[in-house]
């Protein structure tokens, strides 16, 4: 009986029929099949309803389980009577009758024998129970004829403990006691009209374990029942040790905790210093991440569990996400994939339906079963981010890449590219299979830096392109970036418009003969050279003779700036020029930075910069070994390029230090003010008389060569303006104005941002406001600006003021501000 739609077991059972719930990693459904094979029962008909297709395409013939199938569909609910009706056709000799939702490991054969013995026409198996208000008792005399039934029965009727397990020995003459066209049952119907026909019908007291788990406490004590050895059931995988069963190709570190009893399913992975506590079951494919700890938790198939997460007597559903220092307490169950945000917590009791969102940092009391408590958007910052194989997985990929190709006409030319990473390549082929699905044509760059992809993407044959990476300060995580036809990121809008035909699977897919191509495009490398060497003063920088030490950090950059700097006559000293995965998974700026600066030192370079593995990013060092800040660096260029601009402007985002002004001012240069995204300071660097634009993290643009951060480009251009003014970097990072910003974030639920910045606009009526992204006020003594996060439930606060303290004070005013709005 397998028809059960398992409704106290929701969320677990919203998308899946009760039957196929894993105990101890195994549907009950097989563990019923398992006990009936191992009693000589191998001839097995399912009554089947809700989901079926689930249970069919699970079990097929049953043939794998050394046993045959065959499955009467129940079109309406019929009740336990009228669904065995509804397979008389395959059951012309006596038969038993079992949910297949229930565990139990009872002697199958004893009621079989019994049934025999008595010559019945109906034998019900019956098991003591401590608590018998929830299911039917019976009342059997000494031969174990029936005398009554009593249905769900109060206390003053409790005159015995033995129920109906649900499990019945019957003949086929049953089926003349049973009213065909409507809903029957027979603990209600049947069994008593049988009874009062003076029938043949026993109960047969049997010994063994047998749990309905009809709820989820039951479920969860199922798990504990079977750690525990009271009831035999197949447990797969090895025991290592008393009680601790692992799966094939589970990968444990030496440094983890597992307390057991504990089952860890087929190629799960658990890191160190990560506790597993007594009773704890993972499914198949479960990454655990260091420092998580879980005790009584039941985590299903596919499931990530961030670092520092912390599970007591949780039941977590298949493909969830949960994400840095997760806490969940007794009782808590998510259904299939749902995404808890970091630091999340979960209060006992909860549920959460499946495929909802929860906010980090959010504290959830109640139940989420219509509405998500948190936003989750396609893209980010950067593109479509996420950890590999977990949130950006290949049919994600190919998903997104079918929705992107959708977007452009067909024949178009995309443009790829990758870092030397596994999992930016498995990503690539999978987002190169879904543009070619949608009509559009692959031109792989295969290993390019970002910048030689976006140059390669601007030229006339090229319409689009995507280049996947690692993602900056995250090994595990991976960023598919998406650019224009100019090379620059893609704005917003056609963000959007991706997004909502990933959402609603609206692709363009094409017959066979559209198909796109795959093809390789020559010279790349040689093509980028060229037209960099032709954007700047050659001769001004081979006649300045500079020895310069450049670290590569294992990215692409090293296939093509060695030719350019030798064609600019400077002596290099080049450090990392390789191309290296677990290079740029350890790599960290700073010590890179100090690496070079020692350099700079000792061989008396004239510069020092560090490109970052993507080659978007610049950090400089001076000729003194001096590391530039990001602040320094932005306004020692601004200084230099001011004056040569010849009445131009630069672009710069609205977070960046006022001083900028100040020195392009004094220079004649003009500065515009850009939202702080790098789509709009791309978008704005592509306008006419924009000379020159910047983040304010070592990202440079020169608009007359490429609209869109290049490490390699900002190099050799400071390389010429150091040549042309005559002056070495030292001098002129001597002259800049101290900058003092400081940032702070404040934790905002995303249904209240808006009335945040809409508060803080009436707050600072008074003041000169700008909004050209979120709100940024300026004050006498410097300017705060208050701008949502578009990814997570914060808002990030920055303030410049006189000195470090009158910043800070500035920026905690506002962050104040907001949480008093939030109260």
Known sequence: MAGGEGTRLRPLTSNAPKPMMPIANVPMMEHIVTLLRGHGFDDIVVTVAFMANHIRNYFGDGSELGVRMAYATEETPLGTAGSVLNAREQLDERFLVISGDVLTDIDLGAIARFHDERGALATIGLTPVDNPLEFGIVITREDGSIERFLEKPTWGQVFSDTINTGIFVLEPEIFDHIEPGRSVDFSSEVFPRLLEQGKPIYGAVVEGYWEDVGTLEAYVRAHKDVLDGRVEVEIPGFEISDGVYVGEGADIHPDARIEGPVIIGDYCRVEGDARLGEYTVLGTNVRI???????????????????????????????????????????????????????????????????????????????IVWESRGSRSLFGRLGVSGLANVDVTPELATRVAMAFGTTLKKDA????????????????????????????????????????????????????????????????????????????????GAQRKIERLFLREDFRRVFPGEIGDIGFPPRHLELYSVALEAAVDVERIAAAGFKVVVDYSYGATSFVMPNILSKLGADVLAVNPFASTAGIMSWDRDEHARSVASLVRASGASLGAVVDPDGEHLTLVDDAG???????????????????????????????????????????????????????????????RVGFAASDSGGFILPSFLPAFDAAAAMVKMLELLALDGIPLSKVVDGLPSVHIVQETVVTPWEQKGTVMRSLVELSKDREVDLIDGVKVRHDEGWALALPDPEEPVTHVWAEGDSDAAARRLAQEYARRIRQLLR
């Open 289 to 367: 991440r260091s420092g998580a700890d879980l005790q009584r938790a039941v985590i299903h198939d596919n499931s990530y569990i961030g670092a520092g997460v912390r599970l007591r007597g949780t039941t977590v559903g298949r493909s969830c996400d949960l994400r840095n220092g997760v806490r969940a307490e007794e009782g808590v169950v998510l259904g299939d994939e749902c995404f808890i945000g970091e630091q999340a917590v979960l209060s006992a009791g909860v549920k959460v339906y499946p495929f909802k969102t929860v906010e980090g940092g959010a504290v959830i009391n109640s139940s």
């Open 413 to 492: 030319n995309v443009i790829t590219s990758r870092d030397s990473s596994r999992s930016a390549r498995m990503l690539k082929r999978a987002m190169m299979a879904g543009l070619n699905a949608s009509g559009v044509n692959v031109r792989d760059l295969e290993v390019a830096s970002m910048p030689v992809t976006r140059f390669a993407v601007a030229r006339p044959e090229s319409d689009a392109g995507i280049s996947i990476r690692l993602e900056d300060g995250d090994p595990q995580s991976v960023v598919i970036r998406f650019f224009d036809a100019k090379g620059a990121d893609i704005t917003e």
């Open 626 to 688: 001096h590391v530039l800040t990001d602040n320094e660096a932005l306004l020692a260029y601004v200084t230099l390029v001011s004056g040569h601009l010849d009445g131009g402007s630069i672009a710069l985002p609205l977070s960046v230090t006022s001083h900028a002004e100040r020195l392009a001012t004094e220079r004649g240069v003009e500065i515009l003010r850009t939202k702080l995204s790098n789509a709009a300071l791309m978008q704005a660097a592509s306008r006419p």
